[in-house]
């Protein structure tokens, strides 16, 4: 698998050796960076769900300011730090071996307290990337996703087109839907 665009494009990054991940395809991935394009510059990017890390790694290429990265799942944890190991990215790739229902939670709960101040400065993030598996695609929690979206924000999610996608919560719109084999990309704006 490799990277597509930026300061580590071409380069290839590893896959997790577990079948708890469906790694996207490069095709995939280079049309939503294709419809994304002027949103990752400068940009704080969740990778939610996120196997290999290949939407934030490509998102730190094409120059966001900073990604975190959440997995529970053990073996995609371990690629993930052989990911940012070669590649060489500091802290601006940040990561989390969490469910993301409970990462999401917590930041719920921590957001204004002081002790969290230095390593969270706001919950909210530009843009974030929802790759859940498609055996289990938890819509519940990726509807959670929504409340760390900045004004603004988009939201990336990737299913497989058989179940209801998440409800729209507030100022949340759809403003695409595409397939790409088995993958469906729907993109979601949340207004100002």
Same mark, same amino acid.
């Given at each position: @698998?490799?990277?597509?665009?930026?300061? /580590?494009?071409?380069?290839? #990054?590893?896959?997790?050796?577990?079948?708890?991940?469906?790694?996207?395809?490069?095709?995939?991935?280079?049309? #939503?960076?294709?419809?994304?394009?002027?949103? #990752?510059?400068?940009?704080?990017?969740?990778?939610?769900?996120?196997? +290999? *890390?290949?939407?934030?790694?490509?998102?730190?290429?094409?120059?966001?300011?900073?990604?975190?990265? #959440?997995?529970?799942?053990?073996?995609? @944890?371990?690629?993930?730090?052989?990911?940012?190991?070669?590649?060489?990215?500091?802290? =601006?790739?940040?990561?989390?071996?969490?469910?993301? /229902? +409970?990462?999401? %939670?917590?930041?719920? %709960?921590?957001? *204004?307290?002081?002790?969290?101040?230095?390593?969270?400065?706001?919950?909210?993030?530009?843009?974030? !990337?929802?790759?859940?598996?498609?055996?289990?695609? %938890? !819509?519940?929690?990726?509807?959670?996703?929504?409340?760390?979206?900045?004004?603004?924000?988009? @939201?990336?999610?990737?299913?497989?087109?058989? *179940? =209801?996608?998440? +409800?729209? @919560? *507030?100022?949340?719109?759809?403003?695409?839907?595409?397939? /790409?084999?088995?993958?469906?990309?729907?993109? /979601?704006?949340?207004?100002?």
């Amino acid at each position: @698998m490799r990277l597509i665009s930026g300061k /580590y494009g071409g380069r290839s #990054i590893k896959a997790p050796s577990t079948f708890k991940t469906h790694p996207m395809s490069e095709r995939a991935r280079g049309a #939503i960076y294709n419809r994304l394009h002027g949103a #990752i510059e400068g940009a704080d990017v969740l990778d939610a769900f996120a196997g +290999s *890390g290949a939407l934030g790694f490509e998102a730190l290429s094409r120059g966001a300011v900073r990604a975190v990265f #959440i997995e529970k799942d053990r073996a995609a @944890m371990r690629t993930l730090r052989d990911n940012k190991a070669l590649l060489g990215c500091g802290d =601006e790739a940040v990561l989390v071996q969490s469910p993301v /229902y +409970s990462w999401v %939670q917590r930041q719920g %709960q921590l957001a *204004g307290h002081s002790e969290q101040d230095e390593l969270w400065e706001t919950p909210l993030f530009d843009v974030i !990337f929802a790759d859940p598996p498609y055996n289990n695609e %938890q !819509f519940s929690t990726v509807a959670l996703l929504f409340r760390l979206l900045k004004p603004g924000g988009l @939201m990336v999610l990737s299913h497989s087109g058989k *179940g =209801e996608v998440p +409800s729209l @919560m *507030g100022k949340v719109v759809v403003v695409d839907n595409r397939s /790409y084999g088995n993958a469906n990309i729907t993109l /979601y704006r949340k207004e100002a």
